[in-house]
């Protein structure tokens, strides 16, 4: 396949955002709001995070199965890009302005409606999107800085967003923190609209070109809903697919518990102003930027399983050091300016490790895509990609649910000012994230380890592929 020009690139890169969108409100906002403005139980918006991400079970591979037989003068992606990107980017919008006057069940039930709503949409943009992403190159390198460029492009807007939220939007009023006014929240939510629409645009126009050149669906035949089924059969039958959907699992898990905490740990167990946790931006910049210029010399010395085994290992220290050293009594107080250094630090590694997982992650895929045509005959890009996008929205889904669940154990009440909590709900967040997210991720690095598809495998598998296909034409 033609080598993709830098416009093609970057202009794919940048429809990850909707999703980097969707992540920064849900793992930064959504519980946030609904729990300590609008007074929801953190068991019940855990719960609507849940049950939306349950409809993400269904809908995902249904999605996939109908992307890859999706037929159009357009290609087989590309309409699918528009029919869900444009919906999504105005749900938004409604996230955060439920109607006044509900009590705490019509709170849930608007939290849940427009969260399944706001999913089932994005999955109908996002897995075509992804599954696009594998068919544009073929090679096992430059596979890896497609997807560099991806995440990268996703964190820059995943950082963006918070930043400016905390910096420009939510302004103290009077005594008032703004991180408890309301109206605060409505204008994160235009702000969301905006970046994820206009970021569709630039990915459907800019990648216009690439359609051509893109696989058409094969089979001749139409979708049918025993699809989903029957694909998923298919894609099971590769080991190196059901280890790596373990792994990927355990992985949003471990990162989804703590981006839904982070928030309360930010401001209640370490005591950061709304200003400082805008300055984690810096840090966030600094390991994306890493990452970015260091990935691809990266796996080019390592193959892919070893990479994202080694991160895994890194994320789960990272994950036990810092709070643990608290709950220790190793660290000082939250005046020092120690505490803030090392928060700054932690979070670079936290980074750093997230970015080298999802970037070498998203590579593996698209091989495990090529070996499963190998061995199977059959090509699944939606599929195997619907499978990592449930994976990656139960980051929000059942992180969201767990994360819930300790906030009402620890007994962290709604409407809490900054500093008024007491140190046995802090202790007790502090022992959960701990044990949870460190578990989590050293079970990530278990079955990484379990992965076997490296750069010589790749090449074999490239090489029955070609052979087959000439076999073919002859």
């Not at 509900?102 to 999107?129: D, K, M, N, Q």
């Not at 981006?259 to 390991?287: C, I, K, N, R």
């Amino acid at each position: 396949m033609k080598t993709l020009s830098a416009m093609e690139k970057w202009s794919y890169a940048t429809g990850n955002i909707p999703f980097a969108v969707k992540d920064a409100a849900f793992a930064n906002f959504v519980v946030f709001y609904y729990t300590q403005v609008h007074g929801l139980s953190g068991t019940l918006a855990g719960l609507a995070m849940f049950f939306a991400l349950l409809f993400d079970a269904v809908s995902d591979p249904v999605v996939g199965s109908w992307s890859d037989t999706f037929r159009s003068r357009w290609g087989r992606r590309h309409p699918l890009l528009i029919a869900g990107g444009v919906p999504t980017a105005l749900l938004f919008l409604g996230l955060f302005v439920p109607p006044s006057g509900f009590g705490e069940l019509g709170i849930f039930a608007w939290l849940l409606c427009v969260s399944v709503l706001l999913r089932t949409f994005l999955t109908i943009y996002f897995i075509p999107y992804i599954a696009m992403g594998a068919e544009l190159s073929s090679d096992y390198d430059e596979r890896t800085v497609i997807a560099k460029a991806r995440v990268t492009i996703a964190w820059i807007a995943g950082m963006l967003l918070p930043a400016i939220a905390y910096a420009l939007l939510f302004k103290s009023s009077g005594e008032v923190d703004g991180r408890l006014i309301a109206e605060n929240y409505w204008r994160y939510g235009v702000l969301s609209a905006l970046m994820a629409g206009v970021a569709v645009l630039v990915c459907v126009v800019g990648t216009r070109s690439v359609i051509p050149r893109l696989p058409l669906a094969a089979g001749g035949r139409a979708f049918r809903w025993q699809d989903p089924i029957r694909d998923f059969v298919i894609a099971a039958s590769n080991r190196n697919f059901k280890v790596s959907v373990g792994a990927n699992l355990a992985f949003g898990l471990s990162t989804g518990v703590y981006t839904t905490l982070a928030l309360y740990l930010g401001t209640y167990f370490w005591g950061m102003s709304s200003q400082q946790l805008a300055g984690l931006v810096v840090p966030t910049a600094a390991a994306t930027l890493v990452s970015f210029t260091t990935l691809s010399h990266l796996g080019k010395r390592f193959d892919k399983p070893q990479v994202l085994a080694g991160a895994s290992m890194v994320l789960a220290i990272n994950a036990v050091w810092f709070i643990g050293s608290r709950l220790l009594g190793v660290l000082p107080g939250n005046s020092s300016d120690l505490i803030y250094a090392l928060l700054c630090l932690n979070t670079f590694i936290g980074v750093l490790m997230i970015v080298t997982i999802q970037v070498m992650g998203a590579s593996l895929a698209a091989d495990i895509i090529d070996e499963l045509q190998q061995s199977t005959g059959h090509r699944k890009d939606g599929v195997v990609f619907a499978a990592q996008a449930f994976v990656l929205k139960a980051t929000t889904g059942a992180g969201a649910l767990i994360a819930g669940v300790v906030i009402d154990i620890s007994g962290i009440p709604s409407g809490a000012a900054p500093g008024s909590v007491h140190s046995g709900a802090l202790q007790s967040l502090g022992l959960f994230s701990v044990i949870t997210i460190g578990g989590l991720a050293v079970l990530a690095f278990a079955f990484n380890r379990r992965l076997k598809l490296g750069r010589d495998d790749h090449s074999a598998i490239q090489a029955e592929l070609v052979a087959a296909a000439a076999a073919t034409k002859a």
